[in-house]
Nanobody, 126 residues
Framework: VQLQASGGGSVQPGGTLRLSCVVS????????MGWFRQAPGKEREEVSC???????FYADPVKGRFTISRENAANTVYLQMSSLKQEDTAVYYC?????????????????????WGKGTQVTVSS
């Protein structure tokens, strides 16, 4: 089981980035997927998650700015980030939940994930 996140980088405030997470070793269409982030000195937190049926969840700080999507045929989940702010600076991780996030909400999804990938750094700075 492997999750490989990519697409991070440095961007100015107000800019956009699209993160991708390619999974291998399992069929992503059976899994709930999520993006999480960890800023220096802070705990890892949820950003956005998506169930197999396409239901999406967003943490309040990113609502209206970030969009999660999935392409099961490509075993890939995306996070489109726009109107980026300095406080979005963090390492971003993708993760998978075989339980399809059932019974979980923003705030608890981070504890339900079964597999994690290595992160990709996002830096928002002027």
């Amino acid at each position: 089981v492997q999750l490989q996140a990519s697409g991070g980088g440095s961007v100015q405030p107000g800019g956009t980035l699209r993160l991708s997470c390619v999974v291998s070793g399992f069929t992503m269409s059976y899994y709930g997927m999520g993006w999480f982030r960890q800023a220096p000195g802070k705990e890892r937190e949820e950003v956005s998650c998506i169930r197999t049926d396409g239901t999406t969840f967003y943490a309040d700080p990113v609502k209206g700015r970030f969009t999660i999507s999935r392409e099961n045929a490509a075993n890939t989940v995306y996070l489109q980030m726009s109107s980026l702010k300095q406080e979005d600076t963090a390492v971003y991780y993708c993760a998978a939940d075989y339980g399809d996030l059932i019974g979980l909400t923003i705030g608890t999804m981070i504890y339900g994930m079964d597999s994690w990938g290595k992160g990709t750094q996002v830096t928002v700075s002027s």
